[in-house]
């Protein structure tokens, strides 16, 4: 992205770019067909799913001002218009938790206050979403978006753990809240006796963490040894929402036997119930505010614009990672404008505002990546089968195969058409031994749905159509909150512990900290499988030191949401990372060590066997990565926190950076250690280039294996 500070050029750069493609984006979202509802449904679930979470987590702390129908409204409501206004469709709008919490902040501040109190807490709310907006449109009209990549890993890393720690914060508050008396209730009905409460605690504890381990279970389902791979891939894309449908069906059993409100189930008012929609007329309210007060709004409204411009830039950074080979231009400086209009147009109806998420974001561009795979696909095959039936030979299979290629992409004026990647040498070599190489080939040669997988790069059904569904689909779920209130609040703590722990692999601090508790004699397992590049080009001791002083940065942040008042400030620690990693830490770390710990990318070196020759090594790679299908590359190379592609890289190690494989003795390993490292490389990792997505196992550049399944891979 280029950087540019000059007022409203960013802002018309991307509209002109985007305005290029977008009958593009619509088109191409409907000759995808009926295929385009299985990344629809499938981010549809990653949404609804939270949203529906924080709107309890916002009726419990805001006495009710605030529930699932509002958090819901926001989410449909600011999708649907990005999806059709917005810059880089890719991008999903949600409310998030850090919304949440600074919601949850400004009405403990508003509620004991006698000229705002609970009356006027939406109508302040509104004057905090309107300094909020200015100062989105302030931001993006000078170009701030083009510094978004100064908010480096570790202030991406700290936040990831920081919001991790609050959702497992609120699920163990949520179940401990179980056993006592919720607010607003008659103490003395039957099922708040003491025996009773406990009883539902107890049920509590069993429905949430029954939820939280089946959960988590299906994440992994592609790397299950049983079952179709089709089943296998539907419980991993949907296993979550099917788990709190199987749990909440399973609340029912014991309803005949236990008092009513046993267990507690989700609280909101129908959207149609009478004084449900009183928030919708807020704005009303909004000139009762004290003038004071209006003036004091730009305090949070500061705090939550700083939040909007790193979180919705970030997510939109990772919805579009290089490694997707997008061909449309992004969108940051509009689409921080255009979101500038959503946050008051949401503060205007008494709703959260909703903003750019992570990782449903990413996660939408890897669903779409699937789609484009599986068009690509099926027209390619056809293709090929019909050049081998007029007896083509090679060559000219291929060129047919080009030339369908071709036919399936929109590129742009400005851009130069995509292309299939190079046959493998073996293909070659195996089509060449009947002595002719312009000979007629058959499937013997050429294995069609084998080899058209290898073929294909990495590409992306960029379009419109799918952000849009997902958020009427939202949208519909307002009007099914009678059944969404059948859901048991317990199930919806299970499901906050659940994201907390889903949120931790992929996030380099929290896989730091746990190398500082890993006893030395153990610290050579982590070699034994795929890890981030710093375990070897960083002594231990640095990594040590630069952990710790996140770690208590991490507390810091953490304790100041504890504080009643001052806990709106925690988005100001994440503003300070900036000028903390670029003036104050290169005084403590040598520059290359910060580099490989504060990478701007995932980068991760291959695992190294220590009972292993390299040539066992190689054997084992090509065995364990035959038929892997694409989906599953997919799924273990994208980390599930920040939904951000984990890219194979050989670690730089040279001899004035000591690596911290000095510090793992080898006299603690039971296999003997080898120091030929960079010798050791192989092994079988799937990893995306810019060329495509590849599984490297040799160090030499192997064909791809998209589209083919196996039984020996595992979920990372």
């Known amino acids: 992205m280029e950087e540019t500070f000059v007022p409203f050029r960013g802002i018309k750069n991307d509209l002109k770019s985007r305005l290029l493609c977008y009958k593009q984006d619509w088109t191409g979202g409907f000759r995808a067909g009926i295929r385009i509802l299985a990344p629809t449904t499938y981010i549809f679930f990653a949404?609804?799913?939270?949203?529906?979470?924080?709107?309890?987590?916002?009726?419990?702390?805001?006495?009710?001002?605030?529930?699932?129908?509002?958090?819901?409204?926001?989410?449909?409501?600011?999708?649907?218009?990005?999806?059709?206004?917005?810059?880089?469709?890719?991008?999903?709008?949600?409310?998030?938790?850090?919304?949440?919490?600074?919601?949850?902040?400004?009405?403990?501040?508003?509620?004991?206050?006698?000229?705002?109190?609970?009356?006027?807490?939406?109508?302040?709310?509104?004057?905090?979403?309107?300094?909020?907006?200015?100062?989105?449109?302030?931001?993006?009209?000078?170009?701030?978006?083009?510094?978004?990549?100064?908010?480096?890993r570790i202030a991406g890393d700290l936040f990831g753990l920081l919001i991790a720690m609050l959702f497992m914060q609120q699920a163990i508050?949520?179940?401990?809240?179980?056993?006592?008396?919720?607010?607003?209730?008659?103490?003395?009905?039957?099922?708040?006796?003491?025996?009773?409460?406990?009883?539902?605690?107890?049920?509590a504890l069993v429905l949430s963490f029954c939820l939280l381990l089946t959960a988590l279970r299906s994440r992994k389902a592609r790397s299950w040894c049983y079952g179709t791979g089709w089943l296998r891939g539907f419980i991993a894309d949907y296993g979550v929402p099917l788990m709190v449908l199987v749990w909440t069906a399973a609340s029912y059993i014991p309803v005949n036997d236990v008092p009513r409100g046993i267990p507690r189930r989700l609280f909101s008012p129908n959207p149609w119930s009478p004084g449900a929609y009183s928030n919708w007329t807020v704005i009303k309210e909004m000139v009762n505010v004290p003038p004071l007060y209006i003036v004091g709004a730009f305090i949070p409204a500061t705090m939550i614009a700083v939040l909007?411009?790193?979180?919705?830039?970030?997510?939109?950074?990772?919805?579009?990672?290089?490694?997707?080979?997008?061909?449309?231009?992004?969108?940051?400086?509009?689409?921080?404008?255009?979101?500038?209009?959503?946050?008051?147009?949401?503060?205007?109806?008494?709703?959260?505002?909703?903003?750019?998420?992570?990782?449903?974001?990413?996660?939408?561009?890897?669903?779409?990546?699937t789609l484009k795979q599986q068009l690509l696909h099926n027209k390619l095959v056809s293709t090929a089968r019909k050049s081998i039936s007029k007896n083509s030979n090679l060559s000219q299979i291929y060129r047919s195969m080009q030339e369908a290629y071709n036919e399936m992409q929109t590129p742009l004026v400005y851009q130069l058409p995509s292309t299939l990647k190079e046959l493998k040498e073996s293909t070659i070599q195996l089509a060449s031994s009947t002595g002719y190489i312009d000979a007629p080939v058959d499937e013997t040669i050429f294995d069609v749905d084998k080899e058209i997988d290898e073929l294909l790069p990495v590409e992306v059904k960029e379009q419109r159509l799918s952000n849009l569904l997902q958020a009427l689909m939202v949208g519909g779920c307002v009007a099914a909150m009678p059944l969404l209130k059948k859901i048991p609040t317990s199930v919806l703590w299970g499901y906050f512990a659940f994201m907390a722990i889903e949120s931790l692999p992929g996030n380099q601090l929290w896989e730091r900290i746990l190398l500082l508790f890993t006893a030395p004699s153990q610290r050579y397992k982590v070699l034994e499988e795929y890890h981030a590049t710093f375990v070897e080009t960083v002594p231990f001791k640095t990594i040590a030191t630069f952990t710790l002083f996140q770690t208590v940065y991490l507390l810091v942040c953490f304790g100041i949401t504890w504080i009643p008042i001052a806990g709106v400030l925690f988005p100001l620690l994440i503003?300070?990372?900036?000028?903390?990693?670029?003036?104050?830490?290169?005084?403590?770390?040598?520059?290359?060590?910060?580099?490989?710990?504060?990478?701007?990318?995932?980068?991760?070196?291959?695992?190294?066997?220590?009972?292993?020759?390299?040539?066992?090594?190689?054997?084992?790679?090509?065995?364990?990565?035959?038929?892997?299908?694409?989906?599953?590359?997919?799924?273990?190379?994208?980390?599930?926190?920040?939904?951000?592609?984990?890219?194979?890289?050989?670690?730089?190690?040279?001899?004035?950076?000591?690596?911290?494989?000095?510090?793992?003795?080898?006299?603690?390993?039971?296999?003997?250690?080898?120091?030929?490292?960079?010798?050791?490389?192989?092994?079988?990792?799937?990893?995306?280039t810019e060329k495509g997505l590849e599984l490297k196992q040799t160090p030499s550049a192997g064909p791809s294996t998209l589209g083919q399944s196996s039984c020996g891979s595992s979920s990372s």
């Open 47 to 152: 949404s609804a799913i939270p949203v529906i979470s924080f709107g309890e987590q916002l009726e419990r702390n805001t006495d009710g001002s605030l529930t699932a129908v509002q958090t819901l409204a926001s989410t449909a409501l600011c999708g649907i218009i990005h999806s059709v206004v917005g810059g880089q469709p890719l991008l999903i709008l949600g409310v998030a938790e850090p919304t949440v919490l600074m919601y949850m902040f400004m009405f403990n501040f508003v509620k004991d206050r006698k000229d705002l109190g609970h009356k006027l807490f939406l109508a302040w709310t509104g004057w905090v979403c309107v300094w909020t907006a200015l100062l989105l449109f302030l931001l993006a009209i000078l170009g701030a978006c083009s510094i978004i990549n100064r908010f480096t």
């Open 173 to 203: 508050r949520g179940v401990v809240e179980e056993f006592g008396i919720p607010q607003r209730e008659n103490p003395n009905q039957t099922a708040l006796q003491p025996s009773w409460r406990f009883g539902n605690g107890m049920f």
């Open 308 to 369: 909007y411009y790193f979180d919705h830039s970030v997510a939109s950074q990772l919805a579009q990672q290089k490694e997707f080979n997008l061909k449309k231009p992004s969108s940051y400086h509009y689409d921080l404008l255009l979101l500038g209009f959503l946050v008051i147009l949401c503060g205007l109806i008494g709703i959260p505002p909703s903003n750019g998420v992570i990782p449903q974001s990413p996660m939408h561009t890897k669903s779409l990546a």
């Open 575 to 688: 503003m300070l990372l900036v000028p903390v990693r670029q003036y104050f830490l290169p005084k403590f770390f040598k520059g290359v060590h910060l580099q490989d710990l504060d990478a701007a990318e995932y980068e991760e070196a291959p695992a190294i066997a220590y009972n292993m020759t390299f040539e066992d090594q190689e054997q084992e790679g090509q065995a364990r990565t035959t038929h892997i299908d694409g989906a599953e590359i997919l799924d273990e190379i994208i980390t599930r926190s920040r939904g951000e592609i984990r890219r194979t890289q050989s670690p730089k190690i040279s001899s004035t950076t000591p690596s911290s494989l000095g510090d793992i003795n080898p006299s603690y390993s039971p296999q003997a250690y080898s120091p030929r490292i960079s010798q050791l490389r192989g092994g079988g990792s799937p990893s995306l």
